[in-house]
């Protein structure tokens, strides 16, 4: 168990210049011999031998070795029987921590973060307690009837319907053939509904909030952006997210958004592909003032994101589109003048690097967190930002059950786990989202103060 001092110390992510020693237990083998197998992208392959002890009924396997450089390191053992046999012993498929398992070939790695520590840190996220919350299913405000309202006007698109029985059962209507969403639920939570828990989440020893996406758009999960100057108005309004954020700031509570600068909306006021918006989008006209944000062709198609149409690609090296996200006026300065007090970036990994550097500047200081149950190797850009001063480690999540107090049914219905995180990490991460469509990936969370 990577996640046991006696098997892996430290556990989580290295400093450079510290040590770590690995081991590994083997039964009932006559004078079995260990290798450790270290791959390292600017090396290749190294073996270690490692040296047996042994304890209670079987032998322990230890080797102590300390890392050169700041990188990802990937590690599994060899295991050499008397007969000569090898068994390659690992991490389980989609996992790099955790318990490991027995493979025929070449098995999974486990990894260590190996970085560079941070003279100054921001306390109140290391030392905290996240609780992550999807808005519009944590708690209806005594606000929330007034704001379902606004479903009731009239918009092209798919249909925007109030469910008036919070323990119903998410449905999802898609169309397969044409590949859009037909109808999208929502369930009545606002910002005020969070706000008037904060008692409870301080009884729980909660101390940051991260959000959901709370602005503007189409669907209930919010990740298709139609608005980042608006809050999206069946949650609140910048007046609410204010109270919040000061109700917060006075039970010892930081607030965490979610930014989504990687796509927009197809339906935006940016994009406004449905022209549900008084702006002229990139979608309607060249000469929209939005048109070099996105990566169009002649004939009107578009990069969008991983293939979905509703997610079109923002072209980041946009001089226009990263002064109005990362400017003096811009909107990460905004939504922290308004109480906010770090972001977390939705796929960080296909963010430039230098689009995170002038937001991270933002900030003034350089602190944050890949997030990822599954191991950091879908591209060179997530390890590299592991490694480099913006981001001092990754989260090695190790999930446990963990009960968030929301009317549960099944398990299906809630992504509900703590999250033992390693180093600059807070000090747990609790999700609690009874909600749909959620999709886990890369991301950084950058925080200030």
């Known amino acids: 168990m990577t996640s046991e001092l006696e098997y892996r110390d430290p556990f ?25 197998r270290i791959w390292e992208d600017s090396k290749g392959e190294v073996l270690l031998d490692m040296t047996a002890e042994e304890v209670g009924d079987h032998l322990r396997f230890s080797v102590t070795f300390e890392p050169t450089q700041t990188e990802i390191l990937w590690y599994s053992f060899n295991i050499t029987s008397s007969d000569g046999s090898v068994w390659r012993y690992g991490a389980r498929e989609e996992h790099a921590v955790g318990e490991g398992a027995f493979h025929y070939g070449d098995p999974p790695s486990f990894q260590i973060t190996v970085y560079e520590p941070r003279a100054v840190q921001p306390d109140w996220y290391r030392n905290g307690i996240v609780y992550q919350i999807f808005p519009d299913r944590f708690a209806r405000g005594d606000d929330w009837r007034e704001r379902a309202k606004t479903l009731d006007a009239p918009r092209k698109g798919p249909k925007r319907r109030l469910v008036e029985d919070w323990d119903k059962p998410v449905s999802y ?157 811009g909107i990460v300065r905004r939504w922290l003048r308004a109480g906010a007090r770090g972001w977390r970036l939705d796929v960080a990994d296909e963010l430039p690097d230098s689009f995170i550097r002038e937001l991270l500047f933002c900030l003034r200081i350089r602190v944050g967190q890949l997030l990822g149950q599954k191991p950091v190797q879908r591209l060179p850009e997530v390890r590299r930002m592991v490694v480099a001063h913006r981001a001092d480690a990754d989260q090695h999540c190790v999930f446990l059950p963990f009960s968030s107090g929301l009317p549960v049914r099944k398990q299906s219905d809630i992504v509900s786990h703590v999250a033992v995180l390693s180093v600059t990490a807070c000090a747990a991460f609790f999700f609690a989202c009874n909600c749909c469509l959620w999709r886990q990936s890369p991301s950084l969370f950058v925080c200030l103060r």
């Open 173 to 329: 209507e898609f169309d397969e053939k044409a590949g859009e969403m037909l109808a999208w639920d929502f369930y009545g939570g606002t910002l005020e509904g969070i706000r008037e828990k904060l008692g409870y989440l301080e009884a729980l020893g909660i101390t940051a909030l991260y959000l959901n996406p709370i602005f503007e758009a189409t669907s209930n999960h919010r990740y298709d952006t139609a608005d980042y100057e608006r809050i999206d108005p069946l949650l609140g309004d910048e007046e609410s997210f204010r109270a919040l954020c000061a109700d917060a700031e006075a039970r010892g509570i930081s607030i965490i958004l979610d930014g989504v600068f990687n796509h927009t909306g197809r339906d935006s006021r940016y994009f406004n592909a449905l022209g549900n918006y008084p702006d002229v989008g990139a979608a309607q006209d060249p000469s929209s003032p939005y048109h070099t944000w996105y990566k169009m062709e002649e004939d009107g198609s578009y990069s969008c994101w991983w293939g979905v149409k509703d997610l079109p690609d923002i072209e980041e090296t946009d001089p226009g589109y990263r002064d109005y996200i990362n400017g003096e006026d």
């Open 12 to 36: 989580g992510a290295v400093p450079l210049g510290d040590a770590v020693t690995l081991s590994v237990d083997v039964w009932d083998e006559q004078n079995p011999t260990a290798q450790l």
